[in-house]
């Protein structure tokens, strides 16, 4: 069978992965690649955390997430657990996010200081989610491209209209660039930060009623602080107030970020349906794989499965 994916963000690689495992012949099409929101991912797998704002269907979804990209790709995902934190005036919202999430420790200030050295004595309480996971997201779109060209997954960024007809199937994993006329585009705003003077084993998620952020540690002594979700599908380049924003908040984290490198900027524009939940439909002559909103590393595996699914066990075709 000779499957058509159009896109190569992360749920185009990861439906073309499981393709790919059923014995398909897999062609790869993004003339988009450099615009694809999941570039600029914070990349965690945290499920129960998602829980505080998202329906229990993402929990569901995404539970196995990390199992599938570490039997995908050994060695890519660091299962250290989420750390979610508030400063002393914000409190009650910690209050509040465990309320509304599960599998998590409650935390003192000796705790905390065990777990992240560099928060000792910032944080009197906490919330530990230990069964959570994170990875880096450019190093596995890259090795995951890697990976499937070697197994035989062809890449194109120029595909002829004639020859989509040679296909027997479609799978069209463009995001916000597909004609969904039901999707809205989230705007997200993202720093990666540089400086020696903060360690952190894990994604920290600092809790703020208006603005709240997660900190990402990545290799070279790198952060990654997400994110802003507006909803617009400007795709212009970081906002003066986004940016105060996230830098504030951060400095709240640890002081030391104030001298920070400012190593990049980046926006992405997530796909999202109405009820912010990922789908997979069948659409005429083609599989819809879309809507992964803020949880595209998290959901994308699943939705790949069950668009593998469809290929495989047949699908009756509406116009």
């Known amino acids: 069978m000779d499957v058509l ?10 439906v073309a992965h499981e393709l790919r495992l059923r014995g398909a012949r897999v062609t790869v099409f993004d003339p ?9 991912a ?9 829980r505080e704002s998202a329906d229990q269907r993402v929990i569901d979804l995404g539970l196995r997430a990390a199992d599938w990209w570490e039997t995908t790709l050994p060695c890519s995902v660091l299962r250290n657990g989420t750390l979610v934190l508030a400063a002393t005036r914000d409190i ?6 465990g309320a509304r999430t599960s599998h998590f420790d409650v935390l003192d200030e000796p705790a905390i200081a065990a777990l992240e050295p560099d928060l000792a004595g ?18 596995v779109l890259i090795d995951l491209a890697t990976k499937l ?7 194109v960024m120029d595909l002829p209209q004639e020859a989509i007809g040679g296909f ?23 720093l990666v930060l540089r400086t020696a003077d903060v360690s952190l084993s894990r994604p920290v998620r600092l809790i703020h009623p208006r603005f709240p952020v997660y900190v990402v540690p990545r290799q070279d002594h790198t952060f990654m602080v997400g994110a802003t979700m507006i909803e617009s599908d400007a795709t212009g380049p970081i906002t003066a107030r986004s ?15 104030g001298e920070a490198e400012i190593v990049e900027t980046g926006v992405g524009i997530r796909p999202a349906y109405a009820d912010n939940l990922p789908r997979v439909t069948s659409r005429g002559d083609a599989i819809m794989v879309n809507g992964l909103y803020r949880h595209g590393f998290l959901l994308a595996p699943a939705m790949a499965v069950q668009a593998a699914k469809l290929v495989f066990e047949g699908r009756n075709k509406t116009p």
Request: aromatic share 12%; charged share 25%; hydrophobic share 35%.
């Open 92 to 97: 009650k919202e910690l209050g509040r996010f």
């Open 122 to 139: 910032r944080f009197g309480k906490g919330l530990y989610f230990r069964d959570e996971a994170h990875l880096d997201p450019r190093r």
């Open 5 to 14: 994916v159009r896109g190569s963000g992360v749920a185009g690689l990861s």
């Open 168 to 190: 027997d199937e479609i799978i069209d994993c463009t995001g916000y660039s597909s004609a969904d006329g039901l999707l809205r585009g989230v705007r997200g705003e993202m």
């Open 32 to 40: 988009w690649s450099d615009k694809r929101a999941s570039w600029y």
């Open 149 to 155: 060209a070697g197994d035989g997954v062809t890449f």
């Open 243 to 257: 940016m105060m924003e996230l830098l504030n908040t951060v400095y709240t984290l640890h002081p030391a970020f």
């Open 42 to 50: 914070g990349g965690m797998l945290a499920p129960y955390c998602e």
